[in-house]
């Protein structure tokens, strides 16, 4: 678990996007330095206190698809995004307007709004 003295950023988004992301904010903190295991049975739970805590969240969106339509991520039922997935982590920030709030959301190395968020397909 990360140091709670610091002001925690952290990183999401596809695994395979999470190192692109930590070049260009280094100081954010993915799963794997916060110390979490995602496929222990309480990673979910233990990430969805890192968001709240953390004072900045970056999302990369870079290679994520479905997002809008009825039955995609954004718009479709919740529980069709498993809990500590990718589309789990965007969902719960999207459905919460204090999470919302804090994130900068990137695609394809540029910073998108979430009106542009609401376009991906």
Not at 70 to 80: C, K, N
Request: negative net charge; glycine residues 6%.
């Amino acid at each position: 678990m990360s140091d709670n003295s610091i002001e925690l950023e952290i990183s999401l988004g596809l695994k395979r996007s999470l190192y692109g992301l930590k070049q260009k904010v280094p100081n954010a903190q993915n799963y794997i330095d916060l110390g979490l295991e995602p496929y222990n049975t309480n990673f979910a739970d233990r990430l969805f206190v890192e968001m709240h805590r953390a004072i900045r969240i970056h999302f990369d969106l870079s290679g994520m698809r479905m997002l809008n339509s009825p039955d995609g991520v954004l718009h479709g039922p919740p529980e069709l995004n498993p809990p500590g997935s990718t589309n789990w982590e965007l969902r719960t920030i999207w459905d919460d307007p204090a999470l919302k709030a804090k994130t900068i959301f990137y695609l394809d190395d540029r910073i998108v709004d979430s009106n542009e968020v609401r376009l991906i397909l």
